[in-house]
């Protein structure tokens, strides 16, 4: 295995991403994890990730014996200036933040390098270089005359200060495959049918003949984590799957489709549509309806629970990310993100989070591999207030049921345009407001419905898609014309930032 210390920049997921497609485990840790808990991990090697520049916290905080482990080590962007200070060398202070494809020249001697071409283009900051070096270090790289790698071959210590995880062709993934098969001598060994294999296994011997409950939201991870425990402990799993009435139009009848009757689940189905409308009765403040939301749901949760015995533990659907996110210090929250199947904190039981150690696309093969369909594991990202966020100002059944009409038109006509999978997250959004229109020379007076789509890579940054204008129009006129609380539809033509993905 390989441990990435993060350093707080934005690549540290990517780099992950990277090393696993190559087949080889990893685990992304903080800057400050100590040596002691480094040794226990036995990695093969280390990368020290690129973080925010002139950010003298870590360097003060890294533990430099790090580099006396006698690892190798891979050093990337600021994780380099760290390298090159440690050892009495120091970098430029880049002027400016702009980065882009350069053509960088390397030194095909090194073992980081070995057997690539001479010339490729690298995501760089031209400002960003060495200007001096360690003595203990040769340069193995340059963008121009300016030195952007450095090696130390005999220790196997590198530091590059461009970003090889940051990749539109295979030239970064090539050095880092250097790194982990050349250098390393890491073997590909992580491969999701063993990891299925092996999670049955472990979770057989974790739960014996006890009992588990799992809250399923029908979203990818906790569909792929009930599969995969129904797998190891059959019948003893008790899944339920609560109706919070701000689900999407049939997904509810789809979840009790593809778990009871594909894969014979014991399914509880909660309706708690009432209830939960009741609750938000003139709740228009988007955080408050995101907490009254998350409440009732623990509520009806434990609820459920409470009436079966013998439960000893709770599946959740964490994945890597989560724990990414949880585990490291001055994140900032702009919304607060609740997952449906959230954690009741007093709960009494154990949990059981099987797909904790995977990326989203991992997960989403692990469901491919187990048989779910692609309905289920290509699903787009459905937040845990679900239409509650998409549905602005007090939410009534009303409301809802416009949404939802306009909603599944919309998505039916991205399904059919063959986009479905090339846009990252599309949905409708009632903004609630109402204008005036003309329908058979009537004056009318209804509400509007906003269309959204972007791409994005991870969700943190989001362009908005352009949908072909006829597809559009398409779209517009169905839901105005099949939907008849609706007069007008707009699409929303913001990237995120300045705006979030959803409107809530
Ligand atoms: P924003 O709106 O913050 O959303 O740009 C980023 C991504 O997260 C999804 N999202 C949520 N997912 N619980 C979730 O599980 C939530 O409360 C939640 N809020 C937003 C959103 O759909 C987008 O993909």
């Known amino acids: 295995m390989i441990l990435i210390l993060d350093l707080g920049g934005k690549f540290s997921r990517y780099l992950g991403r ?27 090697g280390i990368i020290i990730s690129g973080g925010e520049p002139n950010d003298v916290v870590s360097i003060q905080k890294m533990d430099k014996e790090v580099f006396n482990l006698g690892l190798p080590i891979l050093a990337i962007g600021y994780g380099a200036d760290i390298m090159a200070e440690i050892h009495g060398g120091k970098s430029t202070e880049p002027k400016n933040n702009d980065y882009d494809f350069e053509d960088v020249n390397v030194d095909k001697d090194s073992l980081l390098f070995n057997g690539l071409e001479e010339k ?32 130390n071959e005999e220790k196997k210590i590198y530091g590059v200060k461009f970003h090889p995880e940051i990749e539109t062709s295979d030239y970064g993934k090539n050095i880092i495959d250097n790194f982990l098969f050349k250098i390393c001598n890491c073997e590909q060994k992580w491969d999701m049918k063993e990891f299925i294999e092996e999670s049955i296994e472990e ?22 984590a ?8 059959g019948d003893n799993l ?53 907490k009254v939301i998350g409440e009732e749901f623990i509520r009806v949760f434990e609820e459920e629970q409470s009436k079966l015995t013998d439960i000893d533990f709770l599946v959740q659907g964490t994945i890597y990310p989560d724990v990414i996110e949880s585990g490291m210090d001055g994140k900032v929250t702009v919304k ?28 989403r093969e692990v469901g491919r591999l187990l048989g779910i369909s692609s309905d289920i594991v290509d699903r787009q990202p459905f937040p845990g207030p679900g239409l509650g966020v998409r549905c602005l100002g007090e939410l009534t059944k009303e409301k809802l049921d416009i949404l939802r009409d306009a909603d599944y038109i919309y998505r039916e006509e991205i399904k059919k345009a063959g986009l479905d999978k090339e846009i990252w997250q599309y949905f409708a959004i009632l903004p609630n407001i109402r204008s005036v229109g003309v329908t058979h020379g009537e004056r009318t007076y209804k509400h509007t419905i906003a269309l959204r789509a972007i791409s994005t890579k991870d969700a943190m940054v989001a362009k908005w898609y352009p949908i072909p204008l006829d597809l559009l129009r398409k779209i517009s006129t169905r839901i105005t014309d099949e939907v008849p609380e609706v007069n007008r539809v707009v699409y929303d033509i913001t990237d995120k930032p300045p705006a979030t993905i959803e409107w809530e």
């Open 336 to 363: 607060s993100h609740h997952n449906v199947g959230g954690l009741p904190e007093d709960i009494n039981f154990e949990l059981l989070e099987p797909l904790r150690q995977l990326f989203k696309d991992e997960v």
């Open 203 to 224: 979770i057989k011997k974790q739960v014996g003949d006890k009992k588990a409950l799992c809250a399923l939201s029908g979203g990818v991870d906790s569909s792929v």
């Open 238 to 290: 008790v899944c339920v799957f609560v109706d919070h009435g701000l689900l999407r139009k049939k997904e509810k009848e789809q979840v009790e489709k593809v778990f009871r009757d594909e894969f014979h689940i014991n399914l509880i189905s909660v309706d708690a549509e009432d209830r939960f409308l009741n609750k938000l009765k003139g709740v228009t403040d988007p955080e408050q309806k995101r």
């Open 120 to 151: 490729m283009p690298l995501w760089i900051n031209k400002e960003y270089v060495f200007k001096t070096l360690p003595k203990t270090s040769k340069p193995i790289a340059k963008l121009g005359k300016d030195v952007v790698a450095i090696g």
């Open 226 to 233: 009930a599969v995969l425990v129904h797998k190891a402990i």
């Open 18 to 44: 990277r090393i696993r497609e190559s087949k080889v485990y990893c685990e992304i840790v903080p800057y400050s994890y100590s040596i002691e808990k480094i040794k226990a991990k036995n990695p093969e």
